[in-house]
């Protein structure tokens, strides 16, 4: 289980700041910021918006999970690169397409929703390696 929460916690930090630089950035593109401030999304006064930092944790809890079950199926000295890839297809690809073909946002914004969660699985199938080989 210590193999499981301590990286989790420590790995929901790290992809919590990726997604804020990353999503800061794409905000510098006006089709962006507009997505942003047009109301789709509660406003940052309701309390359970505070709720939404949660994810990343919750996100690294499970992917610490998943390695923890699946890393000796993964062979190489690129098998935290492939884990990445695998986390990558199994949460953000499925999440983006229903996010891009349900929602009225620039396709910019759910581009930047992908590159963050690219970053983030590449990131987290490395990291889960470093920390529990």
Do not use: C, H
């Amino acid at each position: 289980m210590k193999k499981v929460i301590e990286p989790g916690l420590l790995l929901g930090l790290i992809m919590l700041i990726v997604s804020m630089i990353v999503n800061y950035l794409f905000m510098l593109i006006p089709s962006v910021s507009t997505d942003y401030y047009s109301g789709f999304m509660r406003s940052w006064q309701d309390p359970l918006m505070m709720a939404f930092f949660l994810y990343p944790f919750i996100l690294g809890l499970v992917f610490a999970w998943l390695w923890a079950k699946t890393k000796t199926s993964f062979k190489g000295k690129w098998r935290g690169g492939y884990f990445g890839w695998l986390l990558f297809f199994l949460t953000t690809v499925p999440g983006m397409w229903v996010t891009y073909t349900s929602f009225n946002l620039s396709f910019l914004t759910i581009l930047s929703w992908t590159v963050a969660g690219f970053i983030n699985a590449k990131i987290a199938g490395f990291f889960l390696v470093w920390r529990n080989p």
